[in-house]
């Protein structure tokens, strides 16, 4: 079950801390949800805005829910943009020519008839990364041909595939054999039978149209239409959603709050099938992310809890485990499964904590202070009387910033908190003040937008009475030339 990392990068979370000083890209989700956003490649985009010192320095715009590099997607539009017949026509046309070359019902159709084949004629392609059919045989004949495929090894894309390298876009890091067999243990240990998968990209020509689905976590847009949609649906919500759960690992350069939204509407799809007495019933989640993105999780979703357990990969040169000190692995399970309820590998040094009701790592020790075993990093933590609470070991406090950092850090610098209101508990997208903000930015806007027009105004004015002095004087040579010729 080793499942690749990645299906698409993600526009980065710039300036995502809200940092006052500086300037940053947020995600915005409109208010008139009916209002659909202008496709791209990877379906829907997404609208964003620049903001720097709390303030929107430009109009809003559309671009790539997908790829935060414009070279893999280079899609943009203004919010207020109007496009002409000729311009949606060629989008349209581009779009098309960015999709698979197979489509679902295609690699179905290639699928079944490979499984037919004897074993002497399966063959994989490594260099298209396709499974190769007899009739395939001369498209293939100079390539990378892996022969004698099983059907067990159908059943693990990820041995055959390759993992994609473009960091930007779709690198793919496949969990180590250590972390896939504890993720399988746990999960039927803990009793699920049925699992959502949500980013397994390039796994379309292994399984049939019942078992997957071409997906865009950033947008919760299914590329094969409502068929695909229902499809999800039905598994969500087999046997009233009971025995199921939905497992993710996103990128880790991907915004946060896309991910929330897209994460919500499959909930409100499980929920559907839920009867009304289950009705407050979540449906169980492991969001496999970095721990120092926990307060934005838990921002979106406050029932979730963060596991000790360090998720390592094997083809990433950082995230393994083992690893000592500010080397490990960095990458955790958030869920909202309770914790006591999660028994992790004592055999790792993971050890039961009788006062926080949950699995901790070998270095991190209870706070009597805190009431919490508060490391986050694996490392022991110390507390801090000034801050009143746990901090990493290398951090100490500074008089001057009034909280603890590094002892080479810059006094005063951009501090986490609102771009808005600068309080450092919340972000700007939730901030009491946005309205006000808002309206402030709006006006603005409209100041900037009349004073534009105004110049264009001038412009063309000044244009005019350039042309009218250039045709004056063109007569007046033209009249000077027949009274000398006459």
Known sequence: MAAPRDQLGAVEEKGSSGRQGSSG???VFPSDPATPA?????GPTLLFVKVNQGKEETRRFYACSACRDRKDCNFFQWEDEKLSGARLAAREAHNQRCQPPLSRSQCVERYLKFIELP???RKFCQRCQQLVLPD??????????VGDVSITQLKRPSQLLCPLENKKTNAQYLFADRSCLFLVDLLSTLGFRR?????????????????FCHYNMFNHHFFDGKAALEVCRTFLQEDKGEGVIMVTDPPFGGLVEPLAVTFKKLIAMWKEGQSQENNRKELPIFWIFPYFFESRICQFFPSFCMLDYQVDYDNHALYKHGKTGRKQSPVRIFTNIPPNKIILPIEEGYRFCSLCQRYVSRENQHCEHCNSCTSKDGRKWNHCFLCKKCVKPSWIHCNVCNHCALPDHSCGGPKDGCFICGELDHKRSTCPNISTSKKADKAVRKQKQRKSNKMKMETTKGQSMNHTSVTRRKKRRERAHQYLCS
Not at 136 to 145: S, V
């Open 119 to 121: 074993l002497s004629q």
């Open 25 to 27: 890209v947020e995600v």
């Open 38 to 42: 202008p496709l791209c490649p990877h």
């Open 136 to 145: 395939d045989g001369e498209k293939h004949r100079e390539h990378q041909i």
């Open 195 to 211: 699992v959502l998968c949500v980013g397994t990209p390039r796994y379309s020509q292994f399984y049939m149209e019942d078992s």
